[in-house]
């Protein structure tokens, strides 16, 4: 099951139950007089930790790459960002001046023609062709280069 890009906070919580739910196992182990168990879940608490963070990590990529592709470009001084949503057969264009902080001011549906994405809002009509490029942001003719964000 993908775990929800909300709640990855919960990754703060789930390493370190299973590091101490591990050493706890590997202290009763050791008092009861069954140290190579121990030493095995001594072990284990950090292999299982890391295993968690990586699986979780795992989980939210997976589950974001299901839901959206995304693409950024720069002009100017202004970064662009345009997420395809692809449950719905939407996108929309956010841009930002400063590193964490952005604003959305494009929205509209887009469509698959051929291997281009035709994105169409109520005045502008743009295209994601093959190679990654953005046609029609500005003028019809221009051709912008994006670069895809992989997760």
């Keep these: ?14 390493v370190p139950f299973v590091f101490v739910l591990n ?14 168990f121990s030493r095995i879940f001594l072990i284990n608490s950090v292999i299982a930790s890391i295993v ?4 979780f990590g795992e989980g939210i990529d997976r589950h974001q790459n299901n839901r959206l592709e995304q693409w950024t470009f720069q002009k100017a001084d202004t970064t662009f960002s345009l997420i395809r949503w692809k449950e719905t057969n939407e996108f929309s264009m956010t841009y930002s001046l400063n590193p964490g902080s952005s604003w ?8 698959k023609e051929n291997d281009n994405w035709i994105l169409k809002t109520d005045s502008l009509t743009m295209t994601i062709d093959e190679m990654d490029n953005l046609i029609g942001f500005i003028n019809p003719t221009d051709t912008l280069e994006m670069n895809k964000i992989k997760r």
């Design 52 to 55: 968690m963070f990586y699986l």
């Design 1 to 14: 099951m993908d775990p929800d890009p909300s709640v990855s906070i919960g990754i703060i919580l789930l």
């Design 104 to 111: 959305g001011f494009l929205d509209g549906t887009c469509k």
């Design 23 to 36: 050493l706890i196992i590997a202290g009763v182990l050791f008092f009861a007089k069954k140290k190579e």
